[in-house]
Nanobody, 124 residues
Framework: QVQLVESGGGLVQAGGSLRLSCEAS????????LGWFRQAPGKEREFVAA????????YYSDSVQGRFTIFRDNAKNTIDLQMNSLKPEDTAVYLC?????????????????WGQGTQVTVSS
């Protein structure tokens, strides 16, 4: 069983930056692909970014491509999401998720473990 804990959310002005972190425990970290998803009030959960087991394969949604970067540190059992040029429409709860296999995916239904999420609010 993998436990995931997110941190780093907060309030930022449009155009600013935030870095989210997700720490995993309870499993062998390199056996899992991980991803970031987000959910805004009244909207469905959506894919943001994902990374495979060794950090060499990364996927991004079209809405964040070029602004967000996902990092993976297998020595620390963490993934980070560096978010730049933030927009009000990026406001959401950001959740970290893990799969029981090493291949990353953009499909949230393929993820087995989820964190509680961290709030990101971007003011205009």
């Amino acid at each position: 069983q993998v436990q995931l804990v997110e941190s780093g959310g907060g309030l930022v002005q449009a155009g600013g930056s935030l870095r989210l972190s997700c720490e995993a425990s309870g499993g062998t970290f390199t056996l899992h692909a991980l991803g970031w998803f987000r959910q805004a009030p009244g909207k469905e959960r959506e894919f943001v970014a994902a990374v495979n087991w060794n950090g060499e394969v990364r996927y991004y949604s079209d809405s964040v491509q070029g602004r967000f970067t996902i990092f993976r540190d297998n020595a620390k059992n963490t993934i980070d999401l560096q978010m730049n040029s933030l927009k009000p429409e990026d406001t959401a709860v950001y959740l970290c998720a893990a799969r029981d296999i090493t291949q990353a995916s953009m499909d949230l239904t393929l993820y087995d473990y989820w964190g509680q999420g961290t709030q990101v609010t971007v003011s205009s």
